[in-house]
């Protein structure tokens, strides 16, 4: 048992901390609202905050599915769904990538597509597309996959 005179110096050390987080909090705001006021500091976009979290995402889910696989207390009916989840996960991993690069060869500067077992949805960074440009990345999806023109989700984002 730790003594009173212990405890209160580790409640006093504790509430030091979290007042000093708190006055760096508020001077990093501030300092980083100026800094975007005067355009010396711009933020990640919204493709490059989205791969970021969706490898995070997937490393995650990579890391339960090993655990599942890796345990010996595991069923067998649990390692094989997780061998098969993981299967799944990385065949749409490179699905979305062969994708992503096919699309940027048509010219657009940026895109992220996200494969799912019902839809494909593409969010490609332009301010609007053609009817030809439609076209072209859904003759691409068509052809590259088993879905239909039906299946595919196309977004501009600018």
Known sequence: MLSKKK???????????????????IFLNNK??????????TYGNFFSTYRTD????????????????NNEASTAEAVSAAEAQKLA????MDLELVLEGLIKALG??????????DNINIIIK????????????LDIVVSETDKTALDVRILPVE
């Open 7 to 25: 405890k209160v110096f580790i409640l006093v050390g504790m509430v030091a901390l979290l007042v000093v987080t708190g006055c760096l909090n």
């Open 32 to 41: 980083a609202t100026k800094a975007n006021a005067s355009g010396d500091v």
């Open 54 to 69: 969706r490898q995070a995402t997937r490393d995650q889910t990579i890391l339960y599915l090993d655990a599942i696989i």
């Open 89 to 92: 996960l990385t065949k749409n």
């Open 108 to 117: 657009f500067e940026d895109t992220i597509v996200t494969a799912s077992t």
């Open 126 to 137: 332009s301010d609007e597309l053609t009817e030809n440009e439609v076209a072209q990345v």
